[in-house]
């Protein structure tokens, strides 16, 4: 089982299958010094991802008046959904930890209450480190032409900062976060390159 899935990870048929692929996309003739308004869609996921009527046939509308349509990748969905498996767990742990207001001389259930938590958020972060170096890697094998995958606890700051002055758009900020309304410069973009 381990050698198998060692392969799927690491082996030499599936870097072969990217390298491929960054020949078969770098041969496609692009006009750089075209300049063309790049529009990145954000907001709810299935519009993000869904040409056609479910979002009213936005990309056919922006890429007909001239704009380079930048889709955000799924990778950032699921690396937002680690980051708020992470919060939730933190967030729920006192409701779910196995002993209830140990005693301070009761070491062994302190010590249970503490790595329960931590075991889990372990797990979580794992995964996380394990999704960004594997997405990062594949970006890097097509050529680096992707956006990069982002830490979560920056976004976070931003989102406390700006939560009670900003209750509309805080909650924006919290599906997808990625565009941040600030009272000084307006919209902004994180992580993109």
Not at 46 to 60: C, I, K, P, S, V
Not at 77 to 98: G, I
């Amino acid at each position: 089982m381990f050698g198998k899935w060692h392969e799927n990870m690491w082996g030499k048929d599936y870097l072969t299958a990217l390298r491929n692929a960054k020949e078969r996309l770098d041969s496609i003739e692009v006009d750089r010094l075209r300049v063309k308004p790049v529009v990145k869609i954000t907001g709810e996921f299935w519009a993000q991802l869904t040409e056609g009527d479910g979002n009213f046939h936005m990309f056919e509308f922006l890429e007909r008046e001239g704009a380079q349509v930048v889709v955000e990748p799924i990778a950032t969905w699921v690396a937002y959904l680690m980051y708020q498996a992470k919060a939730h767990a933190t967030a729920k742990w006192p409701v779910n930890r196995p002993h209830r207001n140990p005693k301070w001389y009761e070491l062994k259930k302190q010590f249970a209450n503490y790595i329960g938590l931590r075991k889990k958020l372990w797990a979580i972060g794992a995964g996380q480190r394990m999704w960004n170096f594997f997405y990062h890697r594949t970006i890097k094998h097509l050529g680096g032409s992707r956006t990069i995958l982002c830490r979560k606890p920056s976004w976070r700051n931003w989102r406390i900062r700006f939560t009670t002055s900003l209750p509309v758009e805080a909650k924006g900020i919290s599906k997808s976060g990625r565009t941040f309304i600030t009272p000084s410069t307006g919209f902004a973009t994180w992580c993109s390159r």
